[in-house]
């Protein structure tokens, strides 16, 4: 059997994971259970969109029950603040700029469960974290990303 991929996040993460999983079981496979039925009354199921449209969303909320379900068993919690904070690491905020002269950008390293740009946390999985990872303040760090190389500065981590 392959060995299964560890998923690396925080305990907030992983309650949160629990929380959709919690949600898709017990409120959402109900509710899509419930539009199969009543798309049925419909008549032909060969020709019914709503019949077709709720099997798919069935699939769908099933396929996530199945990732939630494998993310939680292989959750990796990562402890927050007990790590060394001079050098990069999952968990650690990192705060850089891009050279020559960029703007400052902060971002906070999580695992691949937990990413989310807009929010500020990018995956260890991304080109940039792992570039970043291991390093310390004041050093200058090439990142080679899908748009290009760049170069940026790490200013502080956290």
């Known amino acids: 059997m392959a060995e299964e991929k560890e998923f690396y996040m925080t305990l907030e993460g992983k309650e949160k994971l629990e ?25 032909d199921l060969s020709e019914n969109s709503e019949y077709d449209a709720a099997k798919d969303e069935q699939a769908f909320v099933e396929s996530r029950i199945q990732q939630l379900e494998n993310m939680i068993r292989n959750a990796v919690i990562i402890e927050e603040n007990v790590t060394d904070s001079s050098v990069i690491s ?32 990018i995956s260890n999985e991304s080109p940039m974290a792992k570039s970043l990872m291991g390093h310390g303040v004041g050093e200058e760090v090439k990142v080679k990303t899908p748009g290009g190389e760049m170069k940026v500065k790490i200013i502080s981590i956290q």
Do not use: C, H, M, W
């Open 19 to 43: 929380n959709e999983l919690e949600y898709l079981k017990t409120e959402k496979r109900k509710e899509v259970v419930e539009r199969i039925k009543i798309a049925r009354d419909f008549g």
């Open 90 to 121: 999952i968990g650690k905020q990192v705060t850089f700029i891009e050279l020559p002269d960029g703007e400052e950008e902060t971002y906070t390293i999580v695992g691949s469960a937990e990413s989310n740009p807009f929010e500020g946390k």
